[in-house]
């Protein structure tokens, strides 16, 4: 059965910090890995996907992927307020649909 | 780009009625949507996929008779709940995938039910 970890949190960090997210997934196979933002009582929205290795960079968020140790990561600089949520990673073992992670709270304090 | 519409976004109905849900890409056809249930505080968890023109596959454990699936054209899915009862509210989210050579999910907006 394939899965995706994450630590459920909260995590928190001040203002202006670096908030780090982790994830870990079961599936060697796993060719795509997503990041989403649930605002709570709103539904996921797409904030990254990353296919290779390495680090993607978009404005101030960061995905790292390490196939390797199957870990996936997403970095948000210069962390505000408004990044308060819960972010969901989510892996494609090559299949259509995509196996979440529970989620991990972040709290990001002015 | 990728807008995913879904109406009601917030439904409220007696037990023992049927409550339909739409599901529609704007700007894109999607030849792939899915439908998630979410419970306060838990994690997303798929219903079942809908491809355009044939029969939905559900998750194990997801009654196909309790909540009908039809996607019926590429930018239409729609999830029926019959003979709703109180356990059946939750958050519904519905997600589309834009095209065949993509496995990126869009989400809606995610539509309420509550049963009475």
């Known amino acids: 059965q394939k899965e995706v970890e994450q630590n459920s949190g909260p995590l928190s960090v001040p203002e202006g910090a670096i908030a780090s997210l982790n994830c870990t997934y079961s599936?060697?196979?796993?060719?795509?890995f997503f990041w989403y933002r649930q605002y709570s009582g709103k539904s996921p929205e797409l904030i990254m996907f990353?296919?290779?290795?390495g680090d993607k960079e978009d404005g101030r968020f960061t995905a790292q992927l390490n196939k390797a140790s199957q870990y996936v990561s997403l970095l948000i600089r210069d962390s505000q307020p408004s990044d308060s949520a819960t972010y969901l990673c989510?892996?494609?073992?090559?299949?259509?649909?995509?196996?979440f992670g529970k989620g991990t709270m972040l709290l990001v304090s002015p | 780009g990728a807008v995913v519409s879904q109406h009601p976004s917030r439904v409220i109905c007696k037990s023992g009625t049927s409550v339909k849900i739409e599901c529609r890409s704007l700007?894109?056809?999607?030849?792939?949507m899915f439908w998630y249930r979410q419970f306060p505080k838990q994690s997303l968890m798929l219903m079942a996929t809908?491809?355009?023109?044939?029969?939905?596959?559900?998750e194990q454990g997801v009654e196909k008779d309790k909540f009908l699936i039809n996607h019926a054209s590429l930018t239409l899915s729609t999830l029926t709940v019959t003979s709703a009862h109180p356990e059946d509210s939750s958050f519904y989210i519905c997600?589309?995938?834009?095209?065949?050579?993509?496995?990126?999910?869009?989400f809606g907006p995610g539509t309420r039910l509550t049963v009475l």
């Open positions: 989510a892996v494609n073992s090559g299949y259509s649909t995509l196996t």
């Open positions: 809908s491809n355009e023109g044939s029969k939905a596959t559900y």
């Open positions: 700007d894109f056809q999607a030849t792939t």
């Open positions: 997600s589309a995938k834009a095209g065949e050579g993509t496995d990126t999910q869009y």
């Open positions: 990353i296919y290779s290795n």
């Open positions: 599936d060697r196979g796993s060719q795509s």
